[in-house]
Each structure stands twice: as C-alpha cells, then as structure tokens.
C-alpha cells in the first residue's frame, strides 16, 4: 500500500531564513508520481510540482526547488528566503495508478516577519 | 486557474438528512475526484470517476454515493449526513492531455459541511 510521511508537523522561522519540508513515501510500484501541494489561509489548493519516479533531477523553481532521491523514498521541498506570503499548509502527495492521490498529512509553515 | 466550482461552499445541516454536494467544470477534463479534508488526515479520497456514468470507491467512500450523468458535473450525496462527516469537501479534476501519462489535479475551492 503506497503512504506518505510528513512528520513536521509545524515549521517556525522568521522571514528571509531558508526552511525545508520533508516527505518520505512508500510504494511498491516501479512507476509512481510525486506532487506538492500548497494550501494557503484561504483555503484553496494550489498544484506546485509534479515528478515522476524515473526523473530524479533536482527541480529550481525561483526560490523554491525541490529534491527527489529514490533511495530514501524521499522528495523534499525547500524555500529559500523565506517570506511571510509563504505561510500555509504544504502537502506531498503520491499517486501510483489511475491517477488516485495519497496525501501526507500536511505540513504547517508559519514565516514571521 | 482550472474552471472550477462548488455549491454550496458552506452548508449546515442536521444528522439524518440527506445533502448533495455539486462540482461542476469548464475544462472538459476526463477525471473528477471528491475528497473530504480532516485535521490529522490531510485529504482522502472518497469516490472517483474517469468518464461520464464511470466511478468507482475510494479510500474513505462508506456513506456517500456519486453520480455523473455529464462530463462536467460530479455530484457527491451523503444519503443519511452524521456527525463524522462534518468536514472540508474538494473536488479535483485532471485529464492526460499532450500525451503525457499522468497530469496533476486541480481543485475547487472547497465546502465546508457542518452536521450537527
């Protein structure tokens, strides 16, 4: 059964600090899709990235890049630079087949100017 | 931003009753998923569907039903509502456009149920 492990439950860190989100996962599958999600105090979901399994290039997306190492069954997101815009809730999701997610259980990021 | 709505975004209701959820897109897209967000669980899956009459369980799908008669209505009924489904219910929708094998969902905004 494929499960996904956020174990931060919150982040603090004050504004223009670095900050890294961690999510391991589990699967039996050869073919699977990484995802991060972010929810901000609005509520709405907003879709950051998608990796699958046999792309484990490390992705920059401006301050944002995320690490996907197959060995650990992990794919992490770090912010550089912190700023207070990126409060939210952050979920690492996986799908193995027919495009069914399994979420983790969210991460909270609090930046305080 | 995908073309997606939900009705209501807010209900209240009491045990017993039933309620219909609404998810409606203007994307054309193939898959419609609804998922019901709870603190300590993040999102699970409760039913799926991948073409218009095609659904199928997931995760969590004990009390609810879903239908789609069209590709861009997905409908979530909560036959008889109880207290443990009070929570936030999104719908999603993705599609396999531009050959790719996989794409990523988007969702609605979101209903918070109440049932008192």
């Known amino acids: 059964a494929q499960k996904v492990t956020q174990a931060q439950t919150e982040i603090s860190v004050v504004e223009k600090e670095d900050v890294t989100l961690d999510c391991v996962y589990e699967t039996r599958d050869t073919t699977y899709y990484l995802f991060w999600y972010k929810q901000p105090p609005s509520g709405e979901l907003v879709f950051l990235i998608r990796?699958?399994?046999?792309?484990?290039q490390n992705e920059i997306s401006g301050r944002y890049s995320w690490n996907f190492q197959k060995s650990t069954s992990s794919f992490n997101f770090t912010i550089t630079a912190s700023q207070v815009v990126d409060s939210a809730v952050y979920f690492c999701?996986?799908?193995?087949?027919?495009?069914?997610?399994?979420f983790g259980t969210g991460t909270r990021l609090l930046v305080s100017p | 931003d995908a073309g997606i709505t939900q009705s209501p975004r807010h209900k209240v209701t009491e045990t017993g009753t039933p309620v219909t959820l609404r998810c409606h897109q203007t994307?054309?897209?193939?898959?419609m998923y609804w998922y019901r967000q709870d603190p300590g669980h993040g999102l699970r899956l409760i039913h799926y569907?991948?073409?218009?009459?095609?659904?199928d369980k997931g995760e969590v799908s004990d009390g609810y039903s879903v239908s789609r008669s069209k590709t861009e209505d997905f409908l979530l009924t909560l036959e008889s509502a109880t207290s443990s489904q009070t929570s936030v219910y999104f719908c999603?929708?993705?599609?396999?456009?531009?050959?790719?094998?996989?794409?990523?969902?988007?969702f609605g905004p979101g209903t918070r149920l109440t049932v008192l």
């Open positions: 569907s991948y073409g218009v009459k095609d659904t």
């Open positions: 990796r699958n399994s046999f792309d484990e």
């Open positions: 994307e054309n897209h193939r898959y």
């Open positions: 999603a929708i993705s599609d396999l456009a531009g050959g790719s094998s996989y794409n990523e969902q988007f």
């Open positions: 999701a996986l799908s193995e087949a027919f495009q069914k997610l399994v």
